[in-house]
């Protein structure tokens, strides 16, 4: 769950406990990662390792970062996946050596909580400094006006992408770039600024999330995955 989302329920349930579980489709049963209900933990984590289930966080060689650096979540238990159907070469980029590679980039703290960053193939790369657009998102739907905001990378030829966000406002009120330019500016380090800024509905599945596919191919002029 986001962050923001979260802070805005509790200011209406502020007396309620939940929880928040990590999981994917190719790591059934209980939750790889998850809070303690009765724990306290900070809003931004997903919680710690469940039972009977190892989790690392790693670099491109599959070596475990140092405490507090980002890298890939990677998972090991029963409930691991044996295959995807008829597609070995897809099985052999997701699973090695019994550890499944998740796609998600996160950190995990010295008690043991991970922190989502983002998707690994959602990460924009500008000019050399890498950008994750959840951090983009974050910043920007703290504005009163903005309904939703999505951000992705758009094709640029001097930079090779630039960072894009697309901004659903409020209905019912006016919403212009030099104000979200502003709010950025007072917000974000240069560099993770959105370069373009788009005024239009955020897609998102009937699970909530961001459908980044559809806002590439309608934007970045790449195919959907």
Same mark, same amino acid.
């Given at each position: 769950?986001? @962050?923001?989302?979260?802070?805005?329920?509790?200011?209406?349930?502020?007396?309620?406990?939940?929880?928040?579980?990590?999981?994917?489709?190719?790591?059934?049963?209980?939750?790889?990662?998850?809070?303690?209900?009765?724990?306290?933990?900070?809003?931004?984590?997903?919680?710690?390792?469940?039972?009977?289930?190892?989790?690392?966080?790693?670099?491109?060689?599959?070596?475990?970062?140092?405490?507090?650096?980002?890298?890939?979540?990677?998972?090991?238990?029963?409930?691991?996946?044996?295959?995807?159907?008829?597609?070995?070469?897809?099985?052999?980029?997701?699973?090695?050596?019994?550890?499944?590679?998740?796609?998600?980039?996160?950190?995990?703290?010295?008690?043991?909580?991970?922190?989502?960053?983002?998707?690994?193939?959602?990460?924009?790369?500008?000019?050399?400094?890498?950008?994750?657009?959840?951090?983009?998102?974050?910043?920007?739907?703290?504005? @009163?006006?903005?309904?939703?905001?999505?951000?992705?990378?758009?094709?640029?030829?001097?930079?090779?992408?630039?960072?894009?966000?697309?901004?659903?406002?409020? @209905?019912?009120?006016?919403?212009?770039?030099?104000?979200?330019?502003?709010?950025?500016?007072?917000?974000?380090?240069?560099?993770?600024? @959105?370069?373009?800024?788009?005024?239009?509905?955020?897609?998102?599945?009937?699970?909530?999330?961001?459908?980044?596919?559809?806002?590439?191919?309608?934007?970045?002029?790449?195919?959907?995955?």
């Amino acid at each position: 769950m986001p @962050p923001t989302l979260i802070q805005r329920w509790k200011q209406y349930f502020p007396n309620m406990r939940f929880d928040n579980t990590y999981g994917l489709s190719e790591a059934t049963g209980p939750g790889c990662i998850y809070h303690d209900i009765d724990e306290e933990w900070d809003i931004g984590s997903i919680g710690k390792v469940g039972f009977n289930w190892e989790a690392r966080v790693v670099n491109d060689k599959g070596e475990s970062v140092p405490q507090g650096e980002k890298g890939e979540i990677v998972l090991r238990g029963n409930g691991v996946m044996r295959e995807y159907y008829k597609n070995p070469e897809k099985t052999a980029e997701t699973v090695k050596d019994n550890w499944l590679y998740t796609g998600d980039i996160a950190t995990v703290d010295s008690d043991g909580f991970f922190y989502i960053v983002d998707r690994k193939k959602d990460l924009v790369i500008c000019g050399g400094e890498n950008i994750f657009p959840v951090e983009v998102e974050e910043v920007i739907q703290r504005h @009163p006006k903005v309904k939703d905001v999505g951000v992705i990378g758009t094709p640029d030829e001097r930079l090779g992408e630039i960072v894009t966000a697309v901004i659903e406002a409020e @209905p019912g009120v006016t919403l212009t770039e030099e104000e979200i330019k502003e709010f950025c500016e007072q917000n974000l380090p240069r560099y993770k600024r @959105p370069r373009r800024l788009i005024f239009d509905k955020v897609p998102r599945n009937p699970t909530g999330k961001i459908e980044k596919p559809k806002l590439r191919e309608k934007y970045a002029g790449k195919k959907a995955d």
